[in-house]
T-cell receptor, first 115, second 115 residues
């Protein structure tokens, strides 16, 4: 039972254009969301996060939007660069009981940015 | 300086063997994790541990056991390896406390292949 879903396994974008990666979740108790970027043979690298009390967080070329009513978040990358080509994981966490901040990941979306 | 390191990077072994994967973090974090990325690329939490509490994902077989000699290390021991244990294992760490956010920092992963 997937609590975090990334329904697009892959996305191809032209360099300079906007990349939009989507993520849906089912657990309304999630209170923090993160995006990780992963290159082959490396560990996931933290990219950007957002608290459930916000609807937008921006960091340079990366912006994450959160729509709590729709249980949906998205990552916008603009402008996209070839070096952004990687697998992007959406993750969520909740803080109650003994969760200790465990991350629950989506399956990832492979982004290819073409020159 | 590598923030979260794992050894070995690759591990090939026979069914039935016992093996260990080491993890060290030099970030001063007090919570560490082990995740498993299976053949379907799902990243799933196996354990979370701080100096007070070990939380085990109930789906993890008891052949897997984390051992923490000190706050900077969380090693993963696996007994009686099975074919289905083949996966990439990631260690991660975080500074506990919500003021720090929930960002976890990941190691480069250990690819385990059981023959």
């Amino acid at each position: 039972d997937q609590q975090v879903k990334q329904n697009s396994p892959s996305l191809s974008v032209q360099e300079g254009r906007i990349s939009i990666l989507n993520c849906d979740y089912t657990n309304s108790m999630f209170d923090y969301f993160l995006w990780y970027k992963k290159y082959p043979a490396e560990g996931p690298t933290f990219l950007i996060s957002i608290s459930s009390i916000k609807d937008k967080n921006e960091d340079g070329r990366f912006t994450v939007f959160l729509n709590k009513s729709a249980k949906h978040l998205s990552l916008h990358i603009v402008p996209s660069q070839p070096g952004d080509s990687a697998v992007y994981f959406c993750a969520a966490t909740l803080n109650y009981g003994g969760s200790q901040g465990n991350l629950i990941f989506g399956k990832g979306t492979k982004l290819s940015v073409k020159p | 300086d590598t923030a979260v390191s794992q050894t070995p990077k690759y591990l090939v072994t026979q069914m039935g063997n016992d093996k260990s994967i080491k993890c060290e973090q030099n970030l001063g974090h007090d919570t560490m994790y082990w995740y498993k990325q299976d053949s379907k690329k799902f990243l799933k939490i196996m354990f979370s541990y701080n100096n007070k509490e070990l939380i085990i994902n109930e789906t993890v077989p008891n052949r897997f056991s984390p051992k923490s000699p000190d706050k900077a290390h969380l090693n993963l021991h696996i007994n009686s390896l099975e074919l289905g244990d083949s996966a990439v294992y990631f260690c991660a760490s975080r500074r506990s406390g919500r003021a720090q956010g929930d960002t976890q920092y990941f190691g480069p992963g250990t690819r385990l292949t059981v023959l």
